[in-house]
């Protein structure tokens, strides 16, 4: 009996000491974070596992009332949580289970960076309770009036956390190096529907409450919320598409290819990781193309065009599934392994579901943004290595053609030097390995040389990695396709500017790439005349297109084409993406009269914009506060 006992206690001991172990690894990965420069939170000392969040949504105080509890790890027995905020009114802070009031105390506030909330804590607490209230003014959040809206009679609600405006929102540590999961409860006005980056409901309840859960650890960046008169379409088994009613048949006929999608990336990266895939389609405010929230793609209505013509943005939406949500940025300076990671996969769906022609086209036309990106940095602009240097600055700064085109290039070089067979099955490794963990540009470099380059310098000399990583501008060894479909639309483009009417152009079969590529390169001093019988064959200006449209539109105001001012005004005004809102602002600003214009369209686009298109247009135009 006595020594039954003896032997229990030594089993229960090395459990202990198991679970112990066990711990430690999980902790591997946080044993080695590095100091976030746009996080106040102190994760080395004691990180967040799991965030409780109950949140009521007042439309007309433009509040979030919520309480976010969360269950944290006190790694080193520190005596203080450092979470971030930034326009949080924090009404209350607890810990345990026993809601014991603890002193806390908000820092100096930066505009960019928002204030440190640091909140004593004792070796042992697992629980801290928070009760606060989001400020109107919000970045991450966008509160859309019913005017804003497709139905003209619901207000719509949605966030945009990445990359640092989580904390405008719920107080966390903001930094892509902490992951937690979530459970939450949101209670909006009844007849309207809540989704969030997690197990969404199909159907709006009746008492307007909705329970969420998000199983799996993610980053803070990837917290999103979204409220309004949304209904659901299945388009596959695990695919669905969220929309206001008006559009709800448009986007899944536009969408119906996403469970084909996800089944291309899992034949190409293995198994998708977060059970649904579904698509979110949001008013037109979005400040995006997309953001890759997980299990809920958020989308910008600009690429319903009626043809499928701009799915690439699901394709890349979903590929961040692996590229980013599994495998994350530990920090944005390491902002190339998301993205760029990402478009190239997003290529390789493309080429998969749509073939290899089509996908050619799409990768030509981001080369071409990428030379015209480096045109305008420069040669040697620190802002083109891939690994940037973001410290100080709004990490913002760092979403450029640089992390996208030139990271998806740069392993474009690696899949052409190895071979496509020996490359797919290094990333898999990759993304099965380091799932649902945070990456370095240094700690992916050191696993490249283990397991794709493993000594051989052939293949090492072929690549340059560190040029590409370290380095500015584009590598001479860049993969460049010659797309066969673009090469007809050289010879269009040589005809129309050797005198081809606009009628006998061979241009019946195009799709969207070909037109981008073609309006990309006729004369930037096309005559007036020739402008108009362009958009009298094509109808450019009244175009359903947006892609198609915006290049228009530039194009126009870079000839002075008045027939299209009034839809550069419309399309200012009703769309709020910024990849569209930059270019077409910045040829304004190029002339006097153009200036005053901008000027006029703004004043009236700028309530309508979300906050991240604003602080980007505000600092190009010159508008401030005063
Ligand atoms: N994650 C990005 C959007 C983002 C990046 C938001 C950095 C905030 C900070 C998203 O996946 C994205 O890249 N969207 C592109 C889509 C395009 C490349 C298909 C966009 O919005 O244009
Ligand atoms: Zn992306």
Known sequence: MKRLSILSLFIFILILTGCKNDQNTDHKNLETTMKDPHSYGNPDEVIIRHLDWTAVVNFEAKTLSATAVLTIENLTGTDSLVLDT??????????????????????????????????????????????????????????LSPAQTLGKKTPFLFTQSQAILARTWIPLQDGPQVRFTYSAQVSVPPGMLALMSASNPQKKSENGVYQFKMEQPIPSYLMALAVGDIEFKPVGKRCG??????????????FSDTEKMVEAAEQIYGPYRWDRYDVLVLPPSFPFGGMENPRLTFATPTVIAGDKSLVALIAHELAHSWSGNLVTNAVWDDFWLNEGFTVYFEGRIMEHVYGRDFAEMEQRLGFEDLKATMAELGDTSRDSHLKLDLKGRDPDEGVSDIAYEKGANFLRVCEKAAGREKWDTFVKGYFEK????????????????????????????KIRLKEWIYGPGIPDNVVEYNSVRLLAVDHEIKR????TKATELNAKSWATPEWLY???GIPHNESLERMEELDKTFHFSTSGNSEILAEWLEHSIQVGYKP?????????????????????YQQLLRTNSGKELAWSIY????PGYHSVAVKTIDEMIGWSKN
């Open 86 to 143: 930034r326009d949080l009114a924090i009404e209350s802070i607890t810990l345990g289970k026993e809601k014991e009031v603890t002193p806390f105390r908000i820092g100096q506030a930066d505009s960019v960076f928002g204030a440190p909330l640091t909140i004593t804590i004792k070796p042992g607490t697992n629980l801290v309770t928070i009760s606060y209230q989001t400020k109107p003014e919000a970045a991450a959040l966008q509160w």
């Open 496 to 499: 129309w500017n050797s005198g």
């Open 564 to 584: 299209a001012y009034p839809a550069i005004e419309k399309f200012l005004t009703t769309v709020g993406r910024r990849k569209f809102l930059k270019p077409l």
């Open 603 to 606: 004043v009236k686009a700028r």
């Open 241 to 254: 598409i969220y929309a206001e009613p008006a559009q709800l048949e448009a986007a899944a006929w536009e």
């Open 518 to 520: 073609f309006l990309r």
């Open 434 to 461: 380091y799932a649902f963990t945070s990456m370095t540009t240094e700690k992916f470099i050191t696993y490249f040389e283990e397991h794709f380059i493993a000594g051989d310098s052939v293949l090492s000399s």
